[in-house]
T-cell receptor, first 115, second 109 residues
């Protein structure tokens, strides 16, 4: 069964550094998402992306975050200048159709630790 | 916005026992998904079940959309079933799905 993959599984970085989290969505999916889970809290929506544009973003997704589909297979989340509070699990998801009424397939996540 | 409540918050069972996890939601939904977060934090897709019943091995799920709840059944629990189980639903015709707080399941050997 096709699945969403994410790399790395764990990333440790120093405060103020830039990080790029990578995702390979399911190949025939056109809609991509990032979610975040701070330790011990709920999984929260960050951003959705379609046709090389942000479709929707949450209040969390401020100017330090950006997303990109650099080629036909990867989908990335960049954090420009990491803060301690960015430490979290980051999940990528993809779906065949836009709108949350359709199934979103989640990757296993990247644990980001900012020191 | 839509509210998602999961119960119980914590559940401790002996290996081999059966369990039922519940998800209540406050409005009509077109999407309901169940996930398992393992002790390493990885999220695993379990079911897409906006209505009806599905089964996958020892796991099954039922959603009664008209009564706004879903149940996840785990039979003959194994220690590898430990972790947090999340329910998530769509909210108000936008792109995101909204997660509940989860049920933390501990299976003792």
């Amino acid at each position: 069964e096709p699945e969403v993959t994410q790399t790395p599984s764990h990333q440790v970085t120093q405060m103020g550094q830039e990080v790029i989290l990578r995702c390979v969505p399911i190949s025939n999916h056109l809609y991509f998402y990032w979610y975040r889970q701070i330790l011990g809290q709920k999984v929260e929506f960050l951003v959705s992306f379609y046709n090389n544009e942000i479709s929707e973003k949450s209040e969390i997704f401020d100017d330090q975050f950006s997303v990109e589909r650099p080629d036909g297979s990867n989908f990335t989340l960049k954090i420009r200048s990491t803060k301690l509070e960015d430490s979290a699990m980051y999940f990528c998801a993809s779906s065949q159709f836009l709108a949350a009424s359709y199934e979103q397939y989640f990757g296993p996540g990247t644990r980001l630790t900012v020191t | 916005g839509i509210q998602v409540e999961q119960s119980p918050p914590d559940l401790i069972l002996q290996e081999g026992a059966n369990s039922t996890l519940r998800c209540n939601f406050s409005d009509s939904v077109n999407n309901l998904q169940w996930f398992h977060q393992n002790p390493w934090g990885q999220l695993i897709n379990l079911f897409y079940i906006p209505s009806g019943t599905k089964q996958n091995g020892r796991l099954s799920a039922t959603t009664v959309a008209t009564e706004r709840y879903s149940l996840l059944y785990i039979s003959s629990s194994q220690t590898t079933d430990s972790g947090v189980y999340f329910c998530a639903v769509d909210g108000n015709r936008d792109d995101k799905i909204i997660f509940g707080k989860g049920t933390r399941l501990h299976i003792l050997p």
